[in-house]
């Protein structure tokens, strides 16, 4: 059950985060929010394109947990490796909302960041 729930945490996590990159990718004006806070408002189309793989590579990881957890009535297959990458841009991902000189970005993501990895070292370790 811990698992489970455990989980359904780590796909709230990265569901708010999928939604905030299709908010991206709409040109909401969320720049200084993501990517450094460089960008004050939207996004330029280039930085969207960015958003969007994020939103492919995040859905991929949330298919990865589910299939975890057999939410899924038929085992998807994923090979065991991938586990190490889900945990390597989890690592990545909490390193860069670290090191960031968007305080908004830090406030924001560190934690969510940091939340997404500490459930997928539960998962996957």
Do not use: H
């Not at 780590?10 to 708010?16: G, N, Q, S, T, W």
């Not at 969320?30 to 939207?42: I, L, N, S, V």
């Amino acid at each position: 059950m811990t698992t489970l729930l455990v989980a359904i945490l780590y796909l709230f996590l990265l569901f708010f985060t999928i939604a905030f990159q299709i908010g991206l990718v709409a040109g909401k004006p969320w720049g200084e929010w993501t990517m450094g806070g460089y960008q004050k408002g939207a996004l330029p189309p280039k930085l969207r394109v960015g958003a969007g793989i994020s939103i492919l590579i995040l859905s991929f990881f949330s298919l990865v947990v589910m299939n975890k957890v057999n939410l899924f009535s038929v085992n998807l297959g994923f090979p065991s490796w991938i586990k190490f990458v889900i945990l390597a841009f989890n690592v990545l991902a909490v390193f860069a909302n670290t090191i960031t000189r968007s305080k908004k970005e830090r406030l924001l993501w560190q934690p969510i960041t940091a939340g997404m990895l500490i459930c997928s070292v539960y998962l996957f370790i």
